[in-house]
C-alpha cells in the first residue's frame, strides 16, 4: 500500500531531513531521486547523483545505496514518503562512491545487495581511496557510520530479479565510467536505469579507470533497449533523445576529434585544445573538458 499516488513525472516537495533530494515519478510506482549537481559535501552527504527505487507489493529496490551511510538514511527517509514497503534489494551499478558507499546502512535494514563481479572489483579497489575524499569533503561528522560493505551476490554479464510481479533486469555491458558500469532496465514499463553510463545536463568525466571505448559499446547496448524513460546517473529524468545528446554525442565527439588530432601527430599537451565547444552548455564544462580530452588521447593512444 503506497502512501503517496502520483501522476507520470510529477515531481514532490521534499522534507528537510533529507537534505536536497527530489522525487519524479517516471511510471507507475518507479521513481528517479535527483541529488544535486556540483561537489560531494556535508549538506548533500555525498548524493551528488541520481537514484532509483521500483516499488512492488512484495518490496522495494533501490538503485544505488548513496554516498555515505548517512546518504542512504537520506534516501531512506524520501522513499519513506512514497511508499510502506521495505527496501528489499539494492543494486549498485558501478563502483563510484555515490552508487555503493550507503552499501552498510541497507545491510543493517535487511537488504540483500547485488552488483557485478567487475564493479566489486572496482570497489574492493578503490574503497580506501574513496573513503579518504569524502573525508575530506564531507568531514567525519557527515561521513560517521561509513564502511564499505559489499554485494552478497554478483553477477558477470547479467542477472535477473523478480519481485511483486515485476521483472527486473540488469546487464553490465562492459567497462564506461567505471568498469562495472551496469544499467537496469524495466521491460514492462520501458524504464531504464542507466548508472553513470549516463550524464544529463552536465559534462561527464572520463577517469583514469573509464574507458571511452567501453563507454560508446555500453550506450549503444543500453540504448538498443529504446527505452521511454531515462533516469540517468547524473542529473534529471530524460528522454532517449536527450541522454544521446548529453552522453553519446559528447563521447563521439570527442574521440573523433581526438582521432584526427592524434593522426595528425598531435601529442598531449595540446590535446586539450580539440574542439568541444557545441557542448559548452553543459554544467562543469570548463573544468571538465581539457581534463575528459587528456584522459581520452591518453586512452586511444593505446586503442
Given at each position: 500500500?503506497?502512501r503517496?499516488a502520483l501522476?507520470v513525472?510529477a515531481?514532490?516537495p521534499v522534507p528537510?531531513?533529507?537534505?536536497t533530494?527530489?522525487t519524479?515519478?517516471?511510471a ?6 535527483e ?11 555525498g548524493?551528488?547523483a541520481?537514484f532509483g527505487?521500483?516499488?512492488?507489493d512484495?518490496g ?8 555515505s ?9 524520501v522513499?519513506?514518503t512514497l511508499t510502506d514497503?521495505?527496501v528489499?534489494y539494492?543494486?549498485?551499478t ?6 555503493w558507499l550507503?552499501?552498510?546502512y541497507w545491510?543493517?535494514h ?12 572496482d570497489?574492493k579497489a578503490?574503497a580506501?581511496?574513496?573513503l579518504?575524499?569524502?573525508d575530506a569533503?564531507?568531514g567525519?561528522?557527515?561521513l ?6 559489499y554485494a ?9 530479479l523478480?519481485l ?13 565510467h567505471?568498469?562495472?558500469?551496469s544499467?537496469?532496465?524495466?521491460p514492462?514499463?520501458k ?9 544529463v545536463g552536465?559534462?561527464l568525466?572520463?577517469l ?11 550506450f549503444?547496448?543500453?540504448a538498443?533497449h529504446e527505452?521511454?524513460h531515462?533516469v540517468p546517473?547524473h542529473g534529471?529524468?530524460t528522454?532517449?533523445?536527450t ?10 565527439n ?8 592524434i ?12 574542439d ?9 564544462f ?5 581534463r ?9 593512444e593505446w586503442e
Amino acid at each position: 500500500m503506497f502512501r503517496i499516488a502520483l501522476a507520470v513525472l510529477a515531481i514532490l516537495p521534499v522534507p528537510l531531513f533529507a537534505g536536497t533530494l527530489t522525487t519524479v515519478e517516471v511510471a507507475p510506482n518507479t521513481y528517479a531521486i535527483e541529488g544535486p549537481f556540483g561537489q560531494r559535501d556535508a549538506e548533500n552527504l555525498g548524493n551528488n547523483a541520481t537514484f532509483g527505487l521500483i516499488v512492488t507489493d512484495e518490496g522495494a529496490v533501490l538503485v544505488d545505496a548513496g554516498g555515505s551511510y548517512k546518504g542512504a538514511a537520506a534516501l531512506d527517509a524520501v522513499i519513506g514518503t512514497l511508499t510502506d514497503q521495505p527496501v528489499k534489494y539494492v543494486i549498485d551499478t558501478g563502483g563510484q562512491d555515490h552508487r555503493w558507499l550507503g552499501n552498510g546502512y541497507w545491510k543493517e535494514h535487511g537488504a540483500e545487495i547485488i552488483t557485478s563481479e567487475d564493479a566489486l572489483a572496482d570497489q574492493k579497489a578503490r574503497a580506501s581511496m574513496e573513503l579518504t575524499m569524502l573525508d575530506a569533503l564531507l568531514g567525519q561528522e557527515a561521513l560517521a557510520g561509513t564502511e564499505p560493505v559489499y554485494a552478497g551476490t554478483t553477477f558477470d554479464e547479467s542477472y535477473t530479479l523478480t519481485l511483486g510481479g515485476r521483472e527486473i533486469q540488469i546487464t553490465h555491458p562492459g567497462p564506461a565510467h567505471t568498469p562495472g558500469d551496469s544499467f537496469v532496465w524495466l521491460p514492462e514499463d520501458k524504464v531504464m536505469f542507466t548508472g553513470d553510463i549516463v550524464f544529463v545536463g552536465r559534462i561527464l568525466g572520463v577517469l583514469d579507470m573509464s574507458s571511452s571505448k567501453g563507454w560508446v559499446e555500453a550506450f549503444e547496448a543500453m540504448a538498443a533497449h529504446e527505452p521511454a524513460h531515462v533516469v540517468p546517473g547524473h542529473g534529471p529524468a530524460t528522454d532517449l533523445a536527450t541522454a544521446t545528446r548529453d552522453t553519446y554525442d559528447y563521447l563521439t565527439n570527442l574521440r573523433t576529434q581526438m582521432t584526427d588530432y592524434i593522426d595528425g601527430g598531435g601529442d598531449i599537451i595540446g590535446s586539450v585544445d580539440v574542439d568541444q565547444s557545441q557542448f559548452e552548455y553543459l554544467q562543469d564544462f570548463d573544468t571538465l573538458a581539457k581534463r575528459n580530452a587528456q584522459a581520452v588521447f591518453s586512452q586511444m593512444e593505446w586503442e
